[in-house]
């Protein structure tokens, strides 16, 4: 059989193409529909107890796992008066670099509380550098149903090791200053 | 660690130690030869300057002969000895394995939140000479943590291994044997008896020797890690011991100090004071120039501030120059030459305390430009020691610390005072009996067993509060050239020993020099290269500086790092300043004396500056900045661009002024001796009084963890004199100004004194009672 001249064989790619599925994406346009896979290493998020305490405990383990020198931690000590997290110590400053970040994720790793988890966010660019070093206010997880904001009190007779053996399920009315909103349910599992 | 040995002829003895052939003195213990030949022998317990326990076992070694592994630790050396440590038996190996894994069964695995993580011998040597995993699957072992064993010091007992290490420094070391293993068993912890309070003034050192992270400090613990601070060598600067401090810090910010190894100083030690008084460092600096404009202060430029203080100065009449005791040598010297040079003035002192005429004479006398002429060292060995005046615990720690050594060599220390305190039960002294004031009658009235024994074998300490006992320091001065005894004079500051040799005093120039001597005159003329009739005739110090100063016959003042708190008349200086025609005040802190003078220079403070200490011994302890960046200016610095702005050439910089005072050496020509002042102790009563060592001095605050570790305010009397008052639970002690009422303790006083801490909290001696050591009180039982 002979051959057809090579500028109609060609040609042969583009109608073949046409009848199969796309696979181009229509990023930002249609993003809901290709979310990140759940282990997908994005944004870092500092998490609360169930009380809505801290869970970062101002150790700099994960500032000391970082290999891109990206994490700068402070931490600084509870008092009865004002407690951010249970036990002696809380991270009062707690800053991120995404310009230096490389989401390896060795940080997870050395959360010694898991205060420090990743979520797959991943839309992070910005036009400045200053933006993109995030503060412990633009980490912290929401306050979820239940939770009070610190400082407050640990839940009434319970102590760190309770929080630590995950037996807090929410905070309770002494927690909170007459402010404050009380939640219905809480207190030690 | 370093020993050192006194003795030039040492028998030996010859021994192996893994195939290696070594002779070593006679007594020397496996661990130590071992060290010497670079064999590491794991160990926890072992401390050079503790006694031998073999408490942790983790040295275990073989020795050929012997059917079972022995301590390294506590093993002495005998000839022909054959020992085979880790490297070459498989004994000694397994059983070093097996103390470790023994050590870390109840020890838990927190060493990533422990701050001895990564500077920490079970650390270092579970991964040396340890399982590379463990077999223990039960549940370890768990206390409440972390307690107070004193408001400083906090124990994590879980991560304790029992080495004892703490336990014996408290009893061998610092005296305060409060510290003890309790309980049995897996149960042994550290502790206290009636979970009373560890008090000692050394509590840090425990924290520093501990070899795993059960002792922390409260102002250390979860600070930082290690491997993240920048360690520097420092000098201390609160007290005339001169101990060798490291200092380690951390973005900018001072985090911790610890004791470095000066076996000729402070050996491994430190006090608390100089371990964790730091916070003054950064808290609460002044941060500019500032000037007085319409009677306020403001902020200036450095240039403006130059030339309104060089206006200022030039201005006035007759000018003095009060330096604190706190200055480095160097700076003490650029004080010393700018007041001669610049202000063409002698009218200077560096003694910002009580000071008299008769000191001054003592100074020049035995003190100033006589370098080591007692060291730390002649303590151990000295025959007799006699303490006048002087608190050893209190006012130089590490001082104390070295009697301490030497009493358990035999020293015999006897001390001269109105009060037996619990340092001188420590030091098993023997008592003096003298009423406050009247030490000068209690010298020249010693028991003849007590004179007959001093020999030049023998030190005479003499503290600064001898300058308060009229007739003290002569009677010193004269027991000292009877007996032939050394005479060694320890002030409290850490600057005192540099000014004075420095020439910051009135009379005498740089190396004890006498400013009336022409030889003297011309050999620090042709140093300072000027001419030597220019040179200042002699001034006033002390009383009559500061009488002359509240008179208005001298007008214009520079005055560096005093707080006139501490001077006996303290309120005339502030009148004084108050009505001078031109005050410069060189200050890192706000203080009275800020807030009232015309212009205010910052200066750096030790972290910031290069420079020396000079301690009691005479010997120079130089050190160097910490933070090399920091852009504040020496007190050297200052002078010099003030002298510039009034057009004379003055060289600030630290090294320049370090090679220039040494070329001044000592003076070696004749001395004017101590002339014979007159005793007049008051009648009745009279206050005994010196500074603790904790109490509310300006460079201890922003740390209240050490303040909560001092000592009680108290009025301490006598038995006979609590009885007479009627037992009462509080004592009211009235004096000129005012009076103080605080808790009795009946103790060994004189009964003709009674004792008060001179500036603890709700005891500030000179502002509440107006007088001062030795002066006439009024008793009564009760509140006021």
């Known amino acids: 059989m002979p051959e057809l001249p090579a500028a109609v064989r060609g040609f042969g790619v583009t109608f073949g193409t046409i009848f199969k599925k796309v696979v181009t994406e229509q990023y930002p346009e249609d993003s809901s529909k290709y979310p990140p896979k759940p282990r997908f290493h994005g944004r870092h998020q500092l998490n609360r107890w169930a009380d809505g305490l801290e869970k970062c405990i101002g150790c700099e383990l994960c500032a000391w796992a970082c290999p891109a020198d990206a994490i700068f931690v402070q931490g600084a000590d509870n008092s009865d008066e004002e407690r951010y997290s249970p036990g002696e110590r809380y991270g009062r400053v707690y800053q991120i670099n995404y310009t230096r970040c490389i989401f390896c994720g060795l940080c997870i790793e050395a959360c010694p509380t898991r205060a420090l988890t990743m979520t797959n966010e991943f839309e992070l660019a910005d036009n400045n550098r200053a933006d993109l070093i995030y503060e412990k206010q633009d980490l912290l997880g929401p306050m979820l149903p239940g939770m009070l904001a610190p400082p407050h009190d640990m839940v009434p007779g319970t102590t760190d090791s309770d929080y630590y053996a995950n037996k807090i399920t929410g905070s309770v009315p002494q927690q909170s200053t007459p402010q404050q909103s009380t939640p219905q349910q809480g207190g030690v599992a | ?784």
């Open chain 2, 1 to 784: 660690m370093t020993i050192v040995n006194h003795n030039e002829k040492i028998d030996t003895v010859n021994v192996v130690i893994d195939g290696i052939e070594m002779e070593v003195p006679k007594g020397t213990l496996v661990i130590r030869a071992a060290e010497q030949i670079g064999i590491e022998i794991p160990r926890f317990c072992d401390h050079p300057l503790l006694t031998p326990v073999a408490a942790c076992r983790a040295c275990l070694i073989e020795i050929d002969g012997v059917p079972k592994p022995q301590p390294a630790c506590a093993q002495v050396l005998s000839e022909g000895m054959n020992v085979r440590t880790q490297r070459s038996s498989e004994m000694a190996r397994i059983a070093q394995e097996g103390v470790m894994e023994f050590l870390l069964v109840n020890h838990p695995l927190d060493c990533p939140v422990c701050d001895k993580g990564g500077e920490c011998p079970l650390q270092n040597q579970a991964m040396t000479v340890g399982r590379p995993d463990s077999r223990f699957e039960g549940e370890k072992r768990t206390f409440p943590k972390p307690i107070n064993v004193n408001a400083e010091i906090l124990l994590d007992r879980e991560r304790c291994v029992s080495c004892a290490r703490c336990t014996r420094f408290a009893e061998e070391i610092a005296g305060d044997a409060s510290l003890e293993l309790l309980e049995r068993g897996a149960q042994q912890q550290v502790g206290t008896a009636n979970d009373e309070p560890f008090d000692s003034y050394f509590s840090g050192n425990v924290v520093q020797i501990c070899p795993v992270g059960a002792l922390t400090s409260a102002s250390y613990r979860f600070r930082s890690r290690p491997f993240d601070l920048v360690s520097v060598p420092t000098t201390c600067e609160h007290c005339a011991s001169g101990c060798s401090l490291r200092t380690d810090y951390r973005r900018g910010t001072v985090t911790r100090r610890l004791a470095w190894d000066d076996p000729e100083v402070n050996e491994d030690w430190s006090c608390d004071k100089g371990r964790f008084a730091f916070a003054y460092l950064a808290n609460g600096r002044i941060e500019s120039p500032l000037i007085r404009e319409n009677g306020e202060l403001r902020s200036a430029s450095w240039p403006e501030a130059m030339h309104f203080a060089a206006a200022g100065l030039a201005a006035a009449g007759t000018s003095a120059v009060l330096v604190g005791g706190r200055a480095t040598v160097e700076d003490a010297y650029a004080y010393s030459k700018f007041a001669r040079i610049v202000l063409g003035t002698d009218n200077l002192d560096f003694r910002a305390r009580a000071s008299s005429t008769e000191e001054a004479e003592f100074l020049a006398a035995h003190v100033a430009g006589r370098k080591l002429d007692v060291t730390y060292t002649d303590i151990e060995t000295a025959s007799q020691v006699l303490l006048i005046g002087f608190e050893p615990e209190d006012e130089s720690p590490i001082l104390f610390l070295r009697l301490r050594k030497g009493v358990k060599r035999g020293v015999s220390v006897h001390t001269v005072g109105p009060l037996y305190s619990l340092g001188s039960e420590k030091l098993s002294a023997h008592w003096v009996k003298a009423k406050a004031g009247s030490e000068a009658h209690a010298i020249s009235g010693l028991d003849s067993e007590i004179v007959g024994a001093l020999d030049s074998n023998s030190i005479i300490f003499v503290g600064e509060r001898a300058a308060a006992s009229p007739g003290a320091l002569s009677a010193v001065s004269r027991l000292g050239s009877q007996t032939g005894a050394r005479i060694a004079w320890v002030p409290r500051r850490a600057g005192e020993r540099g000014a004075l040799d420095a020439g910051a005093i009135a009379g005498l120039l740089p190396g004890g020099r006498p400013i009336s001597d022409p030889t003297a005159r011309s050999e620090v003329a042709q140093a300072w290269n000027i001419d030597a009739d220019s040179l200042p005739n002699v001034g006033l110090t002390g009383t009559e500086l500061v009488t002359a100063i509240k008179q208005g016959s001298t007008s214009a003042l520079v005055i560096a790092g005093v707080d006139p708190s501490d001077l006996p008349n303290g309120d005339e200086l502030i009148a004084g300043i108050e009505n001078a025609d031109f005050v410069v005040a060189l200050e890192n802190h706000h203080s009275e004396i800020t807030q009232r003078a015309s212009v205010v220079f910052p200066v750096a403070v030790v972290t910031e500056k290069s420079g020396s200490f000079m301690n009691w011994e005479g010997r120079s302890k130089p050190f160097s900045a910490a933070f090399r960046e920091a852009l504040t200016l020496t007190d050297a610095g200052v002078l010099s661009m003030l002298a510039s702005a009034m057009n004379v050439q003055l060289n600030g910089d630290t090294r320049a002024l370090r090679k220039e005072l040494n070329s001044l050496v000592p003076w070696s020509g004749p001395r004017t001796d101590v002339n014979n002042h007159e005793v007049h102790a008051p009648a009745g009563t009279t206050l005994a009084t010196w500074r603790l060592l904790i109490d509310s001095g300006v460079m201890q605050e922003g740390e209240p963890h050490l303040a909560a570790t001092a000592r009680p305010s108290v009025v301490a009397v006598s038995a006979a004199m609590f009885e007479q008052l009627g037992k009462p639970e509080v004592i009211t002690v009235t004096g000129p100004k005012g009076s103080i009422t605080l808790p009795t303790q009946v103790a060994e006083v004189s009964n003709e004194s009674v004792w008060l801490p001179m500036n603890s909290p709700e005891s500030h001696i000179y502002a509440q009672l107006g007088c001062g050591y030795g002066q006439a009180v009024t008793v009564k039982g009760g509140a006021a």
